[in-house]
T-cell receptor
Framework: KQEVTQIPAALSVPEGENLVLNCSFT??????LQWFRQDPGKGLTSLLL?????REQTSGRLNASLDKSSGRSTLYIAASQPGDSATYLC?????????????FGKGTLLTVNP | GAGVSQTPSNKVTEKGKYVELRCDPI?????LYWYRQSLGQGPEFLIY????????DSGLPNDRFFAVRPEGSVSTLKIQRTERGDSAVYLC???????????FGPGTRLTVL
């Protein structure tokens, strides 16, 4: 059974800092990996999706990397802003017929202080 | 265009009651999913619809939970004889197909007293 772990559970940084969020998964037979953002009372917003054959994806100040063989992904946020404060969730889908089923970690609660 | 919408946004009920949670997917999306997010946890998969049929209901916790999508658009998640442990945020998502990006709604927060 796929298990996803996110470290740290919470992170507080001053505005302007660069930061890294970590995600690990136990089964390397993944179809893709996604990073989501969740704001209180709102749904999940997909930030970056990395296919299993890819090593990284970038969008603006966000960069996500994937090392499938070691079961790890990182989300790098450059020049953090207070508006980045949210919970960040990592999710993987497994290959082999059920690639629609996302397995999530518990998330990292990020607070960026002005 | 409109995103995924869910109603109600909040539902408070008493133990033993029956509840229905509604999901309106993005127009044209044939795939629809329900997830449940308990406090402090990530969302957990419940069920996946492709069109009108439940293609995978392996995540439903027990037979008190049931979901339908009779016309291949709107879906309703039904919970019978609610228990306090059912309290959670129920999230709905939709996508064009099962391999495409899933777009999530804001969720329904269910509280069972």
């Amino acid at each position: 059974k796929q298990e996803v772990t996110q470290i740290p559970a919470a992170l507080s940084v001053p505005e302007g800092e660069n930061l890294v969020l970590n995600c690990s998964f136990t089964d390397s037979a993944i179809y893709n990996l996604q990073w989501f953002r969740q704001d209180p009372g709102k749904g999940l917003t997909s930030l970056l999706l990395i296919q299993s054959s890819q090593r990284e994806q970038t969008s603006g100040r966000l960069n996500a990397s994937l090392d499938k063989s070691s079961g790890r992904s990182t989300l790098y946020i450059a020049a953090s802003q207070p508006g980045d404060s949210a919970t960040y969730l990592c999710a993987v889908s497994n290959s082999g017929g059920s690639n629609y089923k996302l397995t999530f970690g518990k998330g990292t609660l990020l607070t960026v202080n002005p | 265009g409109a995103g995924v919408s869910q109603t109600p946004s909040n539902k408070v009920t008493e133990k033993g009651k029956y509840v229905e949670l509604r999901c309106d997917p993005i127009s044209g999306h044939t795939a629809l999913y329900w997830y449940r997010q308990s406090l402090g946890q990530g969302p957990e998969f419940l069920i996946y619809f492709q069109g009108t049929g439940a293609a995978d209901d392996s995540g439903l916790p027990n037979d008190r939970f049931f979901a339908v999508r009779p016309e291949g658009s709107v879906s309703t998640l039904k919970i019978q004889r609610t228990e306090r442990g059912d309290s959670a945020v129920y999230l709905c998502a939709s996508s064009f197909g099962p391999e495409d990006t899933q777009y999530f709604g804001p969720g329904t927060r269910l509280t069972v007293l």
